[in-house]
């Protein structure tokens, strides 16, 4: 017999607000949940992210990201080390006039964290720490 809880697993989307509880080589732990992979966080949502390093972070990859209304910045979080975007994508970004900052994981995590607790409009994008490419 199938019982349902008095309360749901997740709060609601209103009620929702990301928050990065910790991070190992492969995996990041977000509101209680472990994820695998690389992950794209807004304040009230957060899912996976089909890259595996930096050097996939092309302007395809980032179209979602000209949805997001009043975006005032997008953190990138590139596994160990900072590693910098191709070109192309640094780019794309100036001429969409979207801020972003490269930074390591566990600083992108950390950052958007802060962030969200002062309710500013930003995105991450994360690759784990495994991920990182020479």
Request: glycine share 6%; aromatic share 10%; with cysteine.
């Amino acid at each position: 017999m199938l019982t349902i809880p008095e309360k749901p697993p997740m709060s609601t989307l209103d009620d929702w607000k990301t928050h990065f509880q910790g991070f190992t080589e492969k995996y990041f732990i977000v509101n209680g949940y472990m994820m695998a992979g690389s992950i794209a966080a807004l304040p009230n949502m957060i899912t996976y992210w089909d890259v595996k390093s930096v050097d996939e972070i092309t302007p395809e990859k980032l179209k979602f990201i000209e949805n997001i209304s009043d975006l005032e910045v997008l953190i990138i979080g590139t596994g160990k080390r900072t590693k910098m975007l191709p070109i192309e994508t640094v780019q794309w970004l100036r001429n969409k006039r979207i801020g972003f900052e490269m930074v390591p994981s566990g600083t992108a995590c950390a950052t958007f964290n802060f962030m969200c607790e002062e309710n500013r409009e930003i995105a991450a994008l994360i690759l784990p720490m495994s991920y990182n490419s020479e």
